[in-house]
């Protein structure tokens, strides 16, 4: 029986936030159980495909070309590896002496070079890429996630850039990828001051860009929706009712049989619930004004695909 207490949220990413739009249950299954998830060969070709763009633009512009980002596929999956050799098992099983590991990484070549049918490197020089990016609304809501590459014209325009190894979603389903983005241009917006001119979505799958131009409005209406779900997930955290969403998502997730709509039990929840308490505002703080939010932190290029230690593992 667990005894641990269950901490209502102080941060949210896009990913845990996407996680309780998509299904309560699975926002605890993952952020206060913690329960293990296996790995999964599209999540990690994911990750192989960011970090390959990412190094890509260590080059010099005219040598950043397809076959150069080829190359580096074989040594982004070993360096992945290496920082996490449960992701061996996923071709554990394969008896066809390495073929089934060749044509995984075939297909990472093949994202990767789409990617060139869709934007220029030679032409692109990135203010950051996989930039860290905190900030804290007046709220006490951390706003956490990873930024996977942003553009910043000579005009001083600022453009957000995210690579999606999947399809573009049809027209009416597009607004779940542009939460993401709305999200990240909150952030900045925040920290920064200024709205971002452009979101783009880059989806490898499918070889289409989506793009939307936020204003201000449309990032106010983003903060009000993120507290209002910062709201709901700290009510179900202190009084444990964590619902079950069933969708078509239902069929790949990991804890079907922690699940009650499969016939499941969840583990036992907490006992000992700590109510949510406002955090204290630092002496520094207590002027501050504007449009960027209290506090905020940003870290350079180069960071793990992770999001930070209070609001668990995050997708990219």
Request: proline share 10%; aromatic share 8%.
């Amino acid at each position: 029986m667990r005894t641990s207490a269950a901490t209502p949220p102080t941060s949210l990413s896009p990913s845990r936030a996407g996680d309780f739009m998509q299904c309560p249950l699975l926002y605890r299954f993952r952020v206060i159980d913690k329960l293990p998830e296996k790995p999964s060969a599209a999540a990690t070709r994911g990750t192989v495909v960011h970090a390959v763009l990412e190094r890509l633009f260590d080059a010099p512009a005219p040598e950043r070309s397809a076959r150069r980002a080829r190359s580096l596929v074989p040594g982004e999956w070993e360096r992945l590896l290496a920082r996490r050799p449960e992701l061996a098992e996923l071709f554990a099983e394969d008896t066809s002496d390495g073929a089934r590991l060749a044509e995984w990484l075939a297909e990472v070549e093949s994202l990767v070079e789409r990617w060139f049918t869709l934007e220029d490197p030679t032409r692109l020089e990135p203010a950051e890429r996989e930039l860290f990016v905190e900030a804290r609304l007046d709220s006490g809501l951390r706003l956490r996630g990873i930024i996977d590459r942003v553009d910043v014209a000579p005009t001083g325009e600022v453009r957000i850039v995210d690579y999606k190894t999947g399809k573009a979603p049809r027209p009416e389903y597009a607004e779940g990828p542009l939460f993401q983005m709305k999200f990240y241009a909150l952030v900045l917006w925040r920290l920064r001051g200024v709205v971002p001119r452009r979101l783009q979505l880059v989806f490898l799958g499918s070889g289409d860009v989506l793009t939307y131009d936020p204003d201000e409005g449309d990032l106010q209406a983003t903060e009000r929706k993120l507290l209002a779900l910062w709201d709901a997930i700290g009510r179900a955290t202190e009084t444990g009712d964590w619902r079950p969403r069933p969708s078509k998502l239902c069929g790949w997730c990991d804890h079907q049989a922690h699940c009650p709509e499969f016939g499941g039990t969840p583990p036992p929840y907490p006992l000992t619930i700590q109510p949510r308490l406002p955090e204290p505002r630092p002496a520094a703080e207590e002027g501050g004004g504007g449009p960027a939010a209290d506090s905020g932190a940003v870290s350079g290029a180069g960071g793990a695909r992770a999001a930070g230690p209070a609001d668990g593992p995050q997708g990219g």
